[in-house]
């Protein structure tokens, strides 16, 4: 749930993958991003396996007392590439979320929801449509160190998806900083000046799209957790650009049956249903290095 899920926070600062996107912790609040992210070629293939564009646009509307109106709105494209059955190969994720945070004597409350549609756009279905929503506590222990927890729900192809939420924003000096929530994500990063900065990456999207093409019973699961290291690159104060490199430690995107369910599931476990250990899925795709591109438009955070 970040793509990472998470860690895909909202997410990263308050878009949820895009939602989930943003109720990560960072040193710096992401009004605007787009980024362009393709794998390297595998040694059995002769051409990538996946590419993917996304961008995210968050607009924080200022209330009385310190409180705020959330608005979120996230696209990505996904293209993969199956060798071995003609399974469509466009996959899209258009989300909106609205969310209210609530200031607290000893930090924040955020309540969001989200509703996104994740489907090849063949063709649409009350399947191409998914609700979620996070409830996240932010609470702040020093003035460098606030930790943060909460509960993310999204109605998935494979069924109900809980994940608890456990976060941390540690600024360990003026130069070093910790941030980020699990499942989603963890950034450390090092502010090298106010044009450069680096830093090692965490990311763990989860994610599931309705698929049409050959046949309308199947959902494509995304499963990913990535490491990845950073550079960016400031060329003015709010714009930065951002080259990444993840290698990816599992990766598996899992072609299933509609009736191949779970009765839920908690944090990446399946619980009951149908969709068990046995279950085979009709395809398995695998890819390599993932090579990102990406700017952004950011209001530093102190």
């Known amino acids: 749930m970040s793509n990472t899920c998470s860690q895909r926070l909202l997410l990263s600062v308050l878009v949820l993958q895009f939602a989930w996107c943003k109720t990560t912790a960072q040193s710096y609040f992401t009004l605007f991003s787009a980024n362009y992210a393709q794998a390297a070629q595998e040694v059995i293939s002769t051409h990538p396996v996946y590419q993917s564009i996304a961008s995210n646009l968050a607009l924080p509307i200022q209330l009385k007392n310190e409180n705020k109106i959330l608005m979120g709105l996230a696209y990505q494209q996904s293209s993969l590439v199956f060798d071995s059955i003609p399974l469509h190969q466009n996959f899209y994720s258009l989300g909106l979320s609205a969310g209210f945070l609530k200031k607290t004597k000893r930090g924040s409350i955020l309540t969001m929801a989200i509703v996104r549609m994740n489907t090849d756009f063949v063709k649409l279905s009350q399947k191409s449509y998914q609700i979620g929503g996070v409830v996240l506590v932010n609470r702040v222990f020093q003035d460098k160190l606030t930790i943060k927890y909460g509960l993310y729900y999204n109605s998935d192809r494979f069924g109900p998806f809980f994940a608890p939420l456990l976060g941390i924003d540690w600024k360990v000096s003026s130069k ?92 990446g476990i399946g619980i009951g249903g149908t969709r068990n250990a046995s279950t085979k899925p009709i395809e398995k795709l695998h890819h390599s290095l993932i090579y990102q591109l990406g700017i952004s438009y950011r209001i530093e955070l102190e």
Not at 239 to 265: G, H, W
Request: hydrophobic fraction near 40%; aromatic fraction near 18%.
């Open 176 to 267: 070093w900083r910790v941030f980020g929530i699990m499942p989603q994500g963890l950034t450390i990063e090092n502010k090298i000046s106010g044009v450069f900065r680096w830093g090692l990456a965490y990311f763990s999207p989860n994610m599931t799209f309705q698929t049409n093409a050959p046949q309308t019973n199947l959902y494509l699961h995304q499963s990913q957790t990535r490491f990845g290291l950073f550079t960016d690159v400031y060329p003015a104060k709010k714009i930065a650009l951002t080259l990444k490199v993840d290698y990816p430690v599992f990766v598996k995107y899992s072609v299933y049956e509609d009736t191949q369910k779970y009765a839920a599931n908690i944090w």
